[in-house]
């Protein structure tokens, strides 16, 4: 994260104070994809680290992992995300490399319909090499100053890898946010991932666990913003999973995130 750390010193020393930007159109959420397409023509970086398996549970709740993304806004329905990422378990030891894109379309817009509704799909070569297709469907409003977004996201298995238990892994997500003071927005996240640890005998990363937690989004210039994310984590299932290091339901652990962000266009 060093490289992109350079690009937002010299961002905040060549950017105005953002007075009036929508944050809302950058990435408040850690769990949650935003519901409405970015300005057409921005291009945008992100680099951020996570601690407590946002996506590498099956090495442990100890587990980090580092991403760097690039977000394009074609026009007005239709994004572009791309992202790499490393995985690090508890022990400090490398674990893999993963790859993530996927495809956003606009179909419905909260300016013409009151509500926004974006659907997504894309491919996926995960920590542990497999191949998954994924697909996502967000829905957002506004209820007076408030923010409300509504996801669901799910991964598709076709391989017959030894990490696999199940065709698909299914997650929820659900997200508020305010604006608390200029170029500050705060909000609440709750995530229910791996959901079919409550149907299956047997679920790949040990079971299904809920997340809940504030997030903070900053915009200390026009085109640089620092998101702040902290969450509970408890293990609602004990399922047969495909790791030892998978945790036992009825433990609970933590989620943290900090992501920095730099936008072109």
Excluded: C
């Excluded at 961002?11 to 409405?36: H, N, V």
């Excluded at 980090?64 to 806004?73: F, I, K, L």
């Excluded at 191949?131 to 409003?141: M, N, Q």
């Amino acid at each position: 994260m060093r490289w992109l750390a350079a690009i937002v010193v010299v961002a905040l020393g060549t950017s105005a104070r953002a007075e009036t930007i929508d944050l809302t159109a950058f990435e408040p959420y850690l769990m949650a994809t935003p519901s409405g397409t970015p300005p057409a023509g921005r291009v945008r970086v992100e680099a951020d680290a996570s601690f407590g398996a946002r996506t590498t549970r099956i090495f442990g709740d100890s587990s980090v992992e580092e991403r760097v993304a690039v977000e394009v806004g074609v026009n007005r329905w239709l994004t572009l995300r791309a992202a790499g990422g490393v995985a690090v378990d508890g022990r400090g030891e490398r674990q893999g490399e993963g790859l993530f894109t996927e495809v956003l379309v606009q179909v419905l817009e909260r300016a013409r319909r009151g509500v926004d509704l974006r659907v997504g799909v894309g491919y996926t070569r995960d920590y542990v090499e497999r191949h998954v297709p994924t697909a996502r469907i967000v829905l957002g409003l506004r209820a007076g100053r408030y923010d409300l977004v509504a996801a669901g996201n799910f991964e598709f298995h076709p391989d017959d890898s030894r990490f696999t238990r199940e065709p698909v892994d299914v997650s929820i997500s659900l997200a508020a946010s305010t604006r608390v003071a200029e170029g500050v927005r705060a909000g609440l996240e709750l995530a229910g991932a791996d959901l079919e640890g409550f149907v299956e005998e047997e679920e790949a990363e040990g079971g299904a666990r809920l997340v809940a937690g504030p997030t903070v989004l900053l915009a200390p210039a026009r085109n640089v913003t620092v998101r702040a994310t902290a969450g509970a984590i408890v293990y609602a299932t004990d399922n047969t999973p495909a790791a030892a290091t998978a945790p036992a339901s009825g433990r609970a652990g933590f989620l943290g995130n900090l992501t920095l962000g730099v936008s072109f266009r």
